[in-house]
């Protein structure tokens, strides 16, 4: 499907896709319409002439209208402690578990228990979009961009999960999920997917970045650390010798080698 082209507003424009079922994308939206939420996982379900049906990723739980508003009045509190450690700048999901708001993690793991630790933090935001916005990992305080301050808060059990969008709409409202950032792909879990880091190399590639990359698979066998001959061919900047050159990989990933990257 051919981009629209530039969305004013929008952070990652939207790009040339093909698609097929069981395809997963994330949203990209600069507000909640009663369809796509903002740095939401979603998997193509159908492909139609005209239409594309996606379905929410399961691991969201959605909860009851009776949760939704037990789950607000309980979090309430902690509106105005999460917005001051805000004020600073936007955060990842992790600087905010990192500033160890009190009593919050209590009280997220009484109403989000079934779900992950970031994943609290993301139903957190969703209760009090009227303070606070999501894109991807990262959380920040609405208006920081000079956006609209009279936000319609989401009712999380408004939030469906099944959506079917023209074409128009998807390539509008949804990114791809294959190549995304380090700071914004915390918290994700790729089960039994393998993935591969690129720009190691990078003057601002650190340890930090390594272990998130590494830890969003189930196990070692799906994590690959690519050199920059990989990356060149994964990228289409170079042609595959007619002798392809072997890396050596070190026993010990953390010592030594091409593939060491020392904490600053």
Known sequence: M??????PGTKCQP????????????GCVRS???????GVDYVIKEILPDKIVVDIDPQYNLTTPEDVQKCTA???PFVQ???DV???????????????????AKELTACFFRDKLWLRWLNFVLLFPQNFEVSGNVVSLVGEEGEEDDIEAIDLNKIPKRIVLSHADFVCKLR????RCYYTVQGKTYRDTHVVLLDTSHKRFDMRKLIVGMS?????QFVHVATGIDEKRLLGLSKPSALPIQAEEPDNMMEGGDHCVDEE
């Open 15 to 26: 790009q040339e896709m093909k698609v097929y079922v069981g395809m997963s994308v994330y």
């Open 176 to 179: 791809m999920s294959y190549a």
């Open 81 to 83: 402690a999460v917005a």
């Open 74 to 76: 309980k979090l309430q």
């Open 2 to 7: 051919p981009s629209p082209g530039p969305v």
């Open 32 to 38: 909640f319409n009663g369809d796509i939420v903002n």
């Open 216 to 220: 969003r698979v189930t196990h070692g």
């Open 86 to 104: 805000l004020q600073t700048g936007p955060k990842t999901v992790e600087e905010l578990i990192q500033a160890r708001v009190k009593g919050i």
